[in-house]
């Protein structure tokens, strides 16, 4: 396995390789994806998740589309930049794939070349922009701090390194900072306890598990300096992300707790606003069962969003690759 890395492209085999990151805590298992089809299955099935890396999914995707000479590239990329429709990230990296491909159009021999050398710069990219989050971030941790996060914005949600968890290794590895996170378990798919967790013991960082209920107990002790999560979008009004963090944004208020977002550039999506951005609702299985077991009634009546928007009032700080910005500070950023 490439060191580090979540999602890569082996040059030999000329194939996607991926954590499984379903099989997450129990077994550290890599899968190939070889054809367009396979990799929009691992997308739909979450075997690779978390923005950042949706979007070098779907460059990938762009990547096999061209290789398997797709009619419609166009068609193509738009049915694959909707299979998860929340995280801006999944477009844009098939936007950046496509383009790249475009510009060669004449050249039909080239495109895959072309797409696959841009999903190999947003790889580099990826982890030079989180190293860089990470930087600014860490400075706004102090040591012996403990830092509350939510679902998992570490480096399986990222080709490497992560974002909010990229925050707390930098404090740690490159600034020899104390830090305890708490991470709550996300349900229902549960990426804080399978895949926060296990990324932060791998790493020898100390880190308590909570349920997500347990999280206004836990800041209203005073046990919490900080909460750190990642962003799906940033719109003109606020921020999208797991389903749970707008419950912990308005308890950190209450509690004067700063609550930060930490997210690449390509993560706003400024010009759009709550309204235009669809929330995926994912299946009732989800709910109504733990795995095999069955935990509510087969007929009971579900909603299960995956994600929800968090208005920029409870927001403290944006962090990025670019600075720390305060939520006012955005529009006339240099995003
Ligand atoms: O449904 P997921 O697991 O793809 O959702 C992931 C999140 O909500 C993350 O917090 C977000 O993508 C930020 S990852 C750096």
Not at 42 to 53: Q, S
Not at 132 to 137: D, H, N
Not at 292 to 305: C, F, H, M, Y
Request: with cysteine.
């Amino acid at each position: 396995m490439e060191e580090d890395l979540t999602i890569w492209w082996d040059d030999e085999e000329g194939c996607v390789r991926m954590i499984d990151q379903t099989r997450l805590p129990v077994e550290l298992k890599v899968i190939a994806c070889r054809t367009l089809s396979e990799l929009k299955e691992a997308i739909l099935h979450m075997r690779v998740r978390g923005a950042p890396a949706l979007a070098v999914a779907g460059a990938f995707c762009v990547v096999f589309a061209c290789r398997e000479r797709c009619g419609d590239l166009e068609k193509a990329a738009y049915e694959i930049a909707n299979l998860r429709p929340t995280a801006v990230n999944l477009s844009y990296g098939v936007n950046r794939a496509l383009s790249a491909a475009m510009r060669v159009y004449d050249r039909a021999d080239d495109m895959f070349a072309e797409a696959l050398n841009e999903a190999k710069r947003m790889i580099a990219e990826d982890i030079d922009v989180n190293r860089r989050i990470g930087e600014r971030g860490a400075a706004l941790i102090e040591d012996g701090e403990t830092v509350l996060t939510h679902c998992n914005a570490g480096r399986l949600a990222c080709v490497g390194w992560g974002t909010a968890l990229g925050i707390i290794r930098t404090a740690v590895f490159n600034h020899g900072k104390r830090v305890h996170v708490f991470a709550c378990e996300t349900r229902p798919l549960n990426q804080g306890s399978r895949l926060t967790a296990w990324e932060l013991m791998h790493d020898n960082i100390a880190v308590t598990l909570i349920t997500d209920s347990a999280a206004a107990k836990i800041m209203r002790d005073g046990l919490i300096d900080s909460v750190i999560v990642g962003a799906d979008r940033v719109v003109k009004e606020g921020f999208f992300n797991k389903i749970g963090t707008y419950m912990h944004a308005i308890v950190a208020k209450e509690h004067s707790i700063p609550f930060y977002v930490a997210a690449p550039t390509s993560s706003f999506d400024l010009k759009k606003s709550e309204k235009d951005v669809e929330i995926e609702e994912r299946g009732r299985e989800e709910i109504i069962f733990v795995g095999n077991e069955q935990i509510a009634p087969l007929d009971i009546d579900v909603r299960n969003p995956a994600f929800d928007f968090t208005p920029h009032q409870f927001v403290s700080a944006y962090i990025t690759e670019n600075g720390v910005f305060r939520p006012e500070e955005l529009i006339n950023s240099a995003l």
